[in-house]
């Protein structure tokens, strides 16, 4: 619950504000039975019409003031709850923004979005109801017996007897809740999982005619869910027809007794009315601490997972720039004998999928150079670790082995901005957004009209941007879904290409390109950038054959790396590719 409290005592002026004119409300509430009391015994027998007119006047002031101060008070705690839950999102997106590749892979991308969302909002309810009911209750509850306690101790005893067994069964019962809403949670990322999978996939789900499949996958998932938060809200609804009955049995005895004790002449008759009245209030506030322990029992599983991604640890800080972490070779790029594996680093339930924390080699002493202004072009089976080799290059991961240095230098010892300023890329899968184009090109780096123009053209995307209506104000929809494949990838070179990048990275990023484009846009690379440096993953050779040098991969391991006409001379690994794609034409 640190985390919960780190943001409340943010805002302690307000918060205490809103307890204070809240015990205020609960305070006066306490004295609206007691005013009854003393109108039926002490001012009706007196047979006077303006004291008891007097007296149920200040009656309706203090019930107005209960009211205007509770309402005062609850707008309070909303607002604070509302700031609190605000910065703690947004401290949370950022946090999440700065994970590394290994930890996002560790909480995984459904279990993120579940804790910004049901998570934070499991927090937001707590922290509200801890500042209206978490005060008004205890008040009530203590308030009201200790009056009772001043009206007629016999018949308060009752309470005090029963008070204390009550709060022992709710706070028992609430500790055994924080585990079961934490499986809840865990199974909220599951369906979110689920959710996010159909979302994204649904033509494939459709044109496979998959749907009921999918239906009877979610329906799975869903039931676990709703187990799972069947079984938490059964143990946490035992306190509540539990207190009711108790309280209900204490209400009887009041009644028996007080009438006892009328009779006998020990007590009086709006002492019983009043400790009926009580009998309610009391009820109401350990009801309402039942509810407290309840969110709290939710706001603390959610707590602790928001807790664990905002106290993860950089796990890639900058290192500092010695002779030691310079490159001997001098060239621009170089991967020097890199071998990485995909580990599991959160400290999270969700990376029990990495077994024992390990998996097989992504990339296996991988080495090669780069010149500055030369172009890569990296080819292979799909899975023989192209898109690593980009992941490492912009230190997404860290190899566990070796070395990757730009301009000389290991990328370990540049800060993650500084590294990536350098860098133009498209990514396989990359991401249309819900904005004009001209606004997909820029993406928020604040670049002139005239560079989204050219670089549009450079990428062969001025043409049939031009044909949309509102041209470069033409806005895409989510993922690009009114954008042909071939129309969304040249709006993502243009992207790559807008901020005249040092280093570009196509991967895999001309797949859906006609070949008469393809050519067009190697063409215009080579003539308009000739002095960027180029990594260019393909699985088309005719793409790379321009190329300066070309790797060869398979299972992660480099076969072969040299020209188009070398490669052609002494790897068979890639003359066979090339006959396979190009036959007709060797």
Known sequence: MKTIWRYMKLRLGRIGLSVSVKLLASVLELLIPYILEHIID????????????????LMVVVALLVRQTNIFANMTAVSVSRDCIERLRQDLFVRTARLSGSQTDAFTLPSLISRMTSDSYNVQNFITATQTIGIRAPILLVGGIA?????????????????????????????????LYDKVQQQMDAIVRVMRENITGIRVVKALSKTDYE???????????????????????????????????????????????????QSDPGVILAFLTYFTIIL????????????????????????????????????????????????????????????????????????????AKCLDDVSFTLDRGETLGIIGATGSGKSTIINLL??????????????????????????????GMVF???SIFAESLADNISLGRG??????????????????????????????????????????????????????????????????????????????????YAGTTSVIVAQRVSSLISADKILVLDEGRVLDCGSHDELLERCEAYRDIYHSQMGELA
Request: include cysteine.
């Open 147 to 179: 009056l009772t306690l001043t009206m007629d101790p016999v018949l308060a005893s009752i309470l005090c007897v029963m008070a204390p067994v009550l709060l022992c069964v709710v706070v028992f019962v609430s500790r055994k809740g924080v585990p």
């Open 447 to 528: 670049l002139s009209r005239e560079d989204i123009q050219r670089a549009a053209e450079d990428a062969m995307a001025a043409p049939f941007i031009e044909e949309k209506p509102g041209t470069y104000d033409y806005v895409a929809d989510i993922k690009g879904a009114n954008l042909s494949g071939g129309q969304k990838q040249r709006v993502l070179i243009s992207r790559a290409l807008a901020a005249r990048p040092e280093i570009l990275i196509l991967d895999d990023a001309t797949s859906a390109l006609d070949y008469a484009t393809d050519a067009r846009l190697r063409q215009s690379l080579r003539t308009r």
């Open 42 to 57: 002490r001012v009706v027998p007196g047979g006077r019409a303006g004291p008891v007119v007097g007296w149920g006047a």
């Open 215 to 265: 239906k009877r996958r979610f329906r799975q998932t869903n039931d676990d869910l709703t187990r799972s938060d069947l079984k938490a809200s059964i143990i946490m609804a035992i306190p509540g027809p539990s207190v009711q009955l108790c309280l209900n049995i204490g209400l009887v005895l009041v009644v028996i007794l007080g009438a006892h004790r009328v009779n006998a002449g």
């Open 394 to 423: 912009m230190r997404f991961y860290d190899a566990q082995e070796g070395t990757v240095y730009v301009d000389g230098r290991d990328v370990r010892t540049y800060g993650k901005q500084e590294l990536r300023r350098r860098f």
């Open 428 to 430: 396989q899968n990359d």
């Open 284 to 359: 109401n506030s350990v009801m309402g601490l039942n509810r407290i322990f309840m969110l709290l029992s939710k706001a603390s599983a959610s707590a602790d997972r928001i807790g664990r991604v905002l106290e993860t640890g950089d796990d890639q800080p900058v290192e500092p720039l010695t002779e030691a972490r310079r490159s001997s070779s001098g060239a621009f790029l170089e991967f020097d004998h890199v071998s990485f594996t995909h580990l599991s680093t959160a400290p999270e339930a969700e990376a029990a999928s990495f077994a024992g924390g390990q998996r």
